[in-house]
């Protein structure tokens, strides 16, 4: 980073590179979180559509 900007006191903060990391680290385990969400709510769905049919 000094020798791209050339200057002594840069740091990967200086170009974003910190959120950038940081939002690539978030980003897949947020995912992951969403999508063990949608199972849960899937199979709890499929169970109240099918509880709802047997008592029709």
Do not use: C
């Not at 002594?8 to 950038?20: F, I």
């Amino acid at each position: 980073m000094q020798t791209l900007t050339r200057n002594p006191l840069a740091d990967p903060g200086l170009l974003g590179v910190n959120s950038g990391a940081s939002f690539a680290i978030v980003w897949p385990q947020f995912l992951t979180l969403l999508a063990i969400g949608g199972v849960f709510f899937t199979i709890a769905l499929l169970r109240f559509r099918k509880t709802i049919g047997e008592m029709a």
